[in-house]
């Protein structure tokens, strides 16, 4: 066997083998950065090429991109607020802050080296691992499952902000918006108001676009700055580097979790991430900083989510159950080259099991080798003037929405849920506890009814059950005592009963929501409506809480409104509707002229408009915009929504 | 009179243009040529699914035996159970053979049982190629059963299964089971992987595998001694027989099974329901479609294609696992399959009707 080991590595090691691996590398930084796009459209541009080639040339190309899109998501989520792939919602809560500080060189200077040590580590586990994962992974039936979902939902009460009701009714209102779809034990359409789209549910992906980048978006264009707020780029990327080390307890301790979470089949790294955070705030003292620029806020989920592409590859090589997304496209692969994964693959591929380790060891080194290299010069976006950057964003995450299932109604859905994302972050509505209770909904869901279908109630005699259950206790524990670290109440800040009107319409919207859920719910049988209905009452009665302590003249927590926090002199001229405005102009565009059209024009207006830019480099910048998606559309084989001019008349590609 | 003229002329001209027409189309035959076109074919299904390996591993043989070598570019539209996808090629797809979608089981019984979301007319469209997939129903070997004969003994003990949902893939078993008397216990929202998983962990008794996913895993774990394989669904040969699985010769299908069981052949609305499902999932498990205006010499060069690259011994050699033996039905040959299972007699839809709402409390 440990000659086997060294072969792998050897064998990676010569010129062709290095170049396949270096060039899936270098492509999975790329689709990595690219929101909406992640490994699953990185490694099916793959697929086609695969087919029949060499395995020891083509497992170290797909792995190399698998290993790295977790990586390179860091440089949206930091620099610009967007997550690039959903295992980067974490990084942002922390991340962009600090590059609103003009830190972000040493935040993403933090983030690669967390990523490498997590992505190293995970390849070394994976290794380590592959005589006894079996029994382990074996060991983890209905029953734990659960748990470990309930596990992962205890994280909230850490993420809770200022006021523990209000994030508890996020929480609520992300298991009812993930409940969305067919029920897992009946497979009746929940929500879905008859239509095909929402038969499916909301794409995760649309979900973190709308509760993190839009929001961003709309603030920073309000204030009319450059997204860093100071004109000098702080100290640099070695500096993140150092405190990674500094941390390094933290680092392992969150790869690990990114570990094991991944190597659960379902769960993946926009689970992991979010327990990482969780586990950071649980067992810290000083969180006076988190959520605010605190560096162990960015290296946390880092460390978590490329470990968690070793632990996603223990189900997929020695069971053939895809532990991700983008691991069952990896599978495909897999089968393509005639390398059968699965009970024995082990015995049957060894030498190719080992050359896939190697693979993932390596190619996070090259991958966050390649990003520390170009976070310094990167991270000078910050400095450039806003309006110039957001056109740019604004078509490429609603690009990124598309690509969840190419439909108009992604388009949509990016939008109604980004108002919603703005009004939650203006009025203090935990973001975070909205997206852990959506990606674990359907989840807990199936897990709950699973496990009393199989067990009875009897599945809480189970030693792991129990070890579990122990765990949760403490977590909810420290989550009870946790005093999160709030500006005082004063009569002038933000939390105080002045002006309530916008804040008690946004309740009275979300109150009314939850009561159409009620009558969504008895349209249905038993095993489909009890989830939501437990859900959907439980919220009611903490908003309806809400609502009693807003009614109160004083203030309190559960007031919150940003508006109150500009300075006299330097509140924006505009509101937020009025770059919603300009968000829907982008929709507009498309409806008439499609997606790529549409992008030169309302990029080109945008320049002209809001950046004042002269006509001409305005319309370069549309140009540049036209020139990037049609190369996205050709090389990833992509299709871009339609508008009017396409229905009335048969247009040359790319604006077909 | 005049008027009488002039239609005479037109009908002549007419005439004349309609036999002139003849060889013209005849020449189009000769000409239907892809060089440097790119073909688009539809998954309805993530990337990696089984339906877009099977697309990708038949592309590079389709593309050396379609005249003038096309490249044949997938692209996936994911979601809602194929519908979206299978809709979307119905209105965009232009009929000239450089559109062709994939379809799985899943959008034969979607275009089946749910018609409301459903714009895509499925037994209009062109079949070019149709690969039935089987599937194996295997035992945990605590319940006690060597195998088929003494399938007898699972009855009145407590059997868990576990699935997708009931209106899913798993109706060809669920309907077995139904017929056979078996005691049931079902445990939906589960993928097929992690359902292999569960049985493993002693969770579920009871399982099945489609036939590569047998014989990778579960064929390792009856080699442990933890299952006993029980019966194939069997696959319809052209005479409309159901015969054994060319896979697995030596397990018994179903159909036999249940004449072992009740001593007479199979007959009633809920045996055609169990047939019908059948033919959904096994025998219309992954097929290759062209739109349905598709001119018939674009349509006969594809099925030509098709026929010759499943000849081909480098087909043999890369891609034969893609297709496992099964018997393959280009062009016409597979029209019958699909119209038997897209046409369900009432007496067959009444039958899944109570039997989906008694049993599952589902309503379709």
């Not at chain 1, 790294?269 to 605190?294: C, F, N, P």
């Not at chain 1, 109604?409 to 919603?420: I, K, M």
């Not at chain 1, 809400?546 to 508006?563: G, I, M, T």
Request: hydrophobic content about 50%.
């Amino acid at each position: 066997m440990y000659d086997m080991i060294v072969t792998g590595l050897i064998a990676l090691l010569d010129v062709e083998h290095f170049a396949f691996l270096f060039a899936g590398t270098m492509l999975g930084l790329v689709v990595g950065i690219l929101p909406g796009l992640g490994g699953i459209a990185g490694l099916s541009l793959l697929l086609p090429f695969v087919y029949g080639k060499d395995p020891t040339l083509v497992l170290p190309m797909m792995v190399g991109l698998l290993a790295v899109t977790n990586t390179s998501d860091t440089f949206p989520a930091v620099l610009m607020g967007i997550p690039g792939t959903s295992g980067a919602q974490a990084t942002v809560v922390d991340g962009f802050p600090l590059a609103k500080r003009g830190e972000a060189a040493r935040a993403l200077g933090a983030a690669f080296s967390a990523s490498m040590i997590g992505g190293v580590f995970g390849a070394l586990i994976l290794t380590l691992s592959i005589y006894v994962a079996r029994p382990l992974i074996l060991a983890v039936g209905f029953g734990e499952q659960l748990m470990l979902i309930i596990l992962a939902l205890t994280m909230v009460g850490m993420l809770t902000g200022a006021s523990a009701i209000k994030g508890l009714a996020m929480c609520g209102l992300g298991l009812l918006l993930g409940s969305i779809g067919a029920a897992p034990a009946t497979g009746e359409y929940r929500l879905s108001f008859d239509t095909v789209y929402l038969s499916d549910g909301i794409p995760l992906v649309i979900v973190g676009l709308a509760m993190f980048a839009v929001p961003e978006m709309v603030e920073i264009l309000r204030r009319g700055q450059t997204i860093s707020e100071t004109a000098e780029l702080g100290s640099g990327t070695l500096r993140g580097f150092w405190e990674t080390l500094r941390h390094k307890w933290l680092v392992l301790r969150c790869s690990a979790i990114g570990l094991l979470i991944g190597a659960m089949p379902g769960l993946g790294s926009s689970v992991s991430t979010w327990i990482a955070y969780g586990h950071l705030a649980q067992t810290t003292k000083d969180r006076e900083m988190l959520g605010k620029g605190d560096i162990r806020g960015v290296i946390a989920p880092e460390s978590a989510n490329n470990a968690d592409n070793g632990g996603a590859l223990i189900p997929t090589l020695m069971f053939g159950i895809p532990g991700s997304g983008s691991m069952a496209v990896f599978l495909g692969g897999l089968i393509l080259i005639g390398v059968e994964p699965g009970i024995g693959m082990i015995e049957r591929h060894l030498d190719l099991t080992f050359l896939i380790m190697w693979s993932l060891a390596l190619a996070n080194v090259i991958g966050t080798g390649t990003c520390l290299f170009l976070a310094k010069p990167i991270a000078r976006l910050t400095l450039i003037r806003y309006a110039v950057i957001a056109p740019f964003m604004i078509v490429i995450i609603y690009f990124g929405a598309y690509q969840a299932t190419q439909s108009w109604y992604d388009l949509l859905a990016l939008f109604v849920l980004g108002v919603l994302g703005m009004y939650m972050k203006r009025f203090g509505w935990s973001r975070p506890a909205l997206l852990i209770g959506f990606v674990l909904s359907m989840k807990l869901d199936a897990a709950v009814y699973q496990s009393v279908q199989v067990y009875g109630a009897s599945f809480l005699e189970r030693t792991g059950v129990l070890i579990l259950l122990g765990l949760i206790v403490v977590s909810i524990f420290l989550a009870a005592r946790m005093k999160p670290h709030r500006e005082a109440l004063t009569s002038d800040g933000p939390h105080a009963p002045a002006n309530k009107a916008p804040q008690m319409i946004f309740l009275g919207v979300l109150i009314a929501c939850f009561g159409y859920a009620i009558y969504d719910a008895f349209r249905l049988t038993f095993l489909a409506r009890v989830f939501p209905l437990t859900v959907t009452l439980s919220t009611l009665v903490l908003l309806g809480a809400a609502a009693l302590l807003s009614l109160r003249k004083r203030p309190a927590y559960v007031l919150y409104d940003s508006e109150r926090e500009w300075a006299a002199n330097a509140a924006p001229q505009r509101g937020e509707l009025h770059y919603q405005a300009w968000i829907l102009g982008l929709i507009g565009a498309t409806a008439l002229f499609g997606f790529v059209l549409g992008t030169f024009v309302y990029v080109a207006t945008f320049l002209r408009v809001k950046a004042r830019s002269a006509w001409r480099p305005a319309a370069l910048g549309g140009l540049g915009a036209v020139i990037l998606f049609a190369l996205l559309s050709h090389f990833l084989v992509l299709d871009y929504p339609r508008g009017i001019l396409q229905s009335l008349a048969d247009m040359p590609w790319p604006f077909n | 009179m005049d008027k009488v003229m002039s239609f005479r002329i037109a009908a002549c001209v007419g005439m004349t243009c309609a036999i002139a027409g003849l060889p013209a189309a005849e020449a189009i035959a000769q000409k239907v040529d892809f060089a440097g076109k790119r073909v688009e074919a539809i998954v309805p299904f993530q990337p990696g699914g089984g339906s877009d390996v099977y697309i990708r591993a038949l592309a590079p043989h389709l593309e050396r035996h379609l005249p003038g070598n096309p490249t044949i570019i997938v692209r996936n539209v994911p979601g809602g159970g194929s519908i979206p996808g299978a809709n979307q090629f119905q209105s965009r797809a232009k009929p000239d053979g450089l559109n062709v979608i994939v379809v799985s089981a899943s959008t034969v019984s979607n275009f089946v049982f749910q018609k409301s979301k459903v714009q895509y007319d499925l037994d209009k469209w062109q079949p070019v190629l149709l690969s039935p997939q089987g599937a194996v129903l295997y035992a945990a070997s605590g319940l006690g059963v060597k195998g088929a004969q003494e399938i007898a003994k699972l009855k009145g003990q407590r059997l868990v299964f576990g699935g997708g949902g009931p209106t899913g893939a798993e109706m060809r078993f669920t309907i077995a089971f139904e017929l056979l008397g078996l005691d049931v216990k079902y445990v939906w929202g589960v993928q097929r992987g992690p359902t292999r998983l569960a049985f493993e962990r002693g969770e579920f008794n009871i399982n099945y595998d489609t036939t590569p996913a047998y014989k990778k895993n579960a064929s390792q774990l009856v080699k442990a001694g933890k299952a006993v394989p029980l019966f194939t669904l069997g696959i319809q040969d052209e005479k409309g027989n159901i015969v054994r699985d060319p896979n697995f010769p030596d397990l018994p299908t179903f159909t036999e099974v249940y004449e072992r069981m009740h001593g007479k052949k199979p007959s009633g609305p809920g045996y055609e329901a169990w047939k019908a499902v059948m033919q959904m999932n096994v025998m219309a498990s992954k097929s290759i479609f062209l739109p349905t205006d598709t001119p018939r010499p674009v349509v006969e060069a594809w099925r030509a294609a098709a026929r010759n690259a499943l000849k081909d011994p480098e087909f043999e050699k890369l891609a034969a696992s893609i297709v496992e033996g099964y018997p393959q039905f280009v062009g016409e040959a597979a029209r019958p399959i699909i119209k038997e299972a897209t046409t369900l007699s009432p007496a067959v839809q009444d039958w899944l009707r109570t039997f989906l709402k008694t049993k599952h409390d589902v309503t379709y």
